[in-house]
């Protein structure tokens, strides 16, 4: 069954005051979408934007409402899809297990609950021919979260 979360329905009203400031999570998880999605390739229409599935490693989970608040913060970039696992994301009867939608598909490791600057391990895929694990620095400054740094993780780790 396939359970995949489409955020555009929890963006509506998500948030009841829009000055209210994004969660330390939620802007981990935006900062993390942004800096992948920048070093991809451009989708081929620049009026249709690019799929990108988000997916907890490793049986964690990620909030119902930071879902929310990623999407609402990202809905203008890209159509951002969250599943509870990677192969709600994955078409796995076809051939090289693609991404559905021709996506991309972000497995997130476990957030940390605290520090500054901390890391982060994340697998990007497309195929099982085409995937990288990069561990992410990220750090707190004057307007929120960023990608400070990035290592890519030789066979994957």
């Given amino acids: 069954m396939l359970t995949v ?3 555009a329905a929890l963006v509506a009203g998500c948030r009841d005051d829009e000055t209210a400031p994004v969660s330390r999570d939620a802007q981990v998880y935006v900062a993390t979408v942004r800096d992948v999605v ?3 390739p451009a989708p081929e229409d620049p009026d249709v934007l690019p799929v990108v599935y988000v997916a907890p490693a490793a049986r ?3 909030p119902a409402d930071v879902q929310a608040e990623v999407a ?5 970039e890209v159509d951002l899809r969250f599943a509870d696992e990677r192969d709600e994301a994955v078409l796995t009867e076809e051939d090289g297990l693609p991404v559905r939608a021709e996506g991309l598909l972000l497995v997130v490791g476990e957030l940390p609950e605290a520090g500054d600057p901390i890391e982060m391990r994340i697998e990007i895929y497309r195929s099982e021919r ?3 694990v990069v561990d992410l620095t990220l750090a707190n400054g004057s307007s929120g979260w960023s990608v400070t ?5 030789p066979d994957g780790g």
């Fill in 38 to 40: 920048d070093d991809q």
């Fill in 130 to 132: 085409n995937w990288s």
């Fill in 5 to 7: 979360v489409s955020v």
């Fill in 72 to 76: 609402e913060e990202l809905h203008d």
């Fill in 60 to 62: 964690g989970e990620i």
């Fill in 149 to 153: 740094g990035s290592t890519v993780v």
